[in-house]
């Protein structure tokens, strides 16, 4: 069955480095998203991606914050300058018609 | 913002009793999903309920739509360990909007 795949699963940064987490979508899959879950909340939305522009965001994806599908295939959230408050589970997805599929997450974690 | 509020939040049973858990909001949507979560894992697709009244059952899961489209319903039957997860509702338009979920624990 197609997955997402997230890299790396595990990624410690120290505050004010700049991380890159990166998502292969499923291949047929035209709607891309970033979702992330802080360490006992709920699933919050980030950002979503469609025909190669972001097409909504929520107050959480600041300036800090970016994507890019640099190659047709990837899909990375770049977030420039990390916080502490940055440290949480962050999810891609991805989807074609209602399903959405979601992939094992990278969990970030900033000291 | 259509808020979907979850019940209970934790929920701890033993292996082959019944459970049932809440997603309940004053909106009306065209649709609810069902995800499962497991620790350390990504929310998996269990169920799209889509009118109003509709009930869909998954092996031991039914999954239930309330009639005026607010509301919706798991129950599962003869809990297994397996069955251990966060439970999580969510409506869809344009993007997943999720509830807090309920962490159901099935002990052995």
């Known amino acids: 069955e197609p997955e997402v795949t997230q890299t790396p699963s595990h990624q410690v940064t120290q505050m004010g480095q700049e991380v890159i987490l990166r998502c292969v979508p499923i291949?047929?899959?035209?709607?891309f998203y970033w979702y992330r879950q802080i360490l006992g909340q709920k699933v919050e939305f980030l950002v979503s991606?469609?025909?190669?522009?972001?097409?909504?965001k929520s107050e959480i994806f600041d300036d800090q914050f970016s994507v890019e599908r640099p190659d047709g295939s990837n899909f990375t959230l770049k977030i420039r300058s990390t916080k502490l408050e940055d440290s949480a589970m962050y999810f891609c997805a991805s989807r074609r018609g209602d399903g959405y599929t979601f992939g094992s997450g990278t969990r970030l974690t900033v000291v | 913002t259509q808020l979907l509020e979850q019940s209970p939040q934790f929920l701890s049973i033993q292996e082959g009793e019944n459970l049932t858990v809440y997603c309940n909001s004053s909106s009306v949507f065209s649709s609810l999903q069902w995800y499962r979560q497991e620790p350390g894992e990504g929310p998996v697709l269990l169920v799209t309920v889509v009118t109003g009244g509709e009930v869909k059952k998954l092996k031991r899961l039914t999954f239930q739509f309330g009639d005026a489209r607010k509301d919706s319903s798991l129950h599962i039957t003869a809990a297994q360990p397996g069955d251990t997860g966060l439970y999580l509702c969510a409506h869809s338009y344009h993007k997943l909007s999720f509830g807090a979920g309920t962490t159901v624990t099935v002990r052995a």
């Open positions: 991606f469609y025909n190669n522009e972001i097409s909504e």
């Open positions: 291949s047929n899959h035209l709607y």
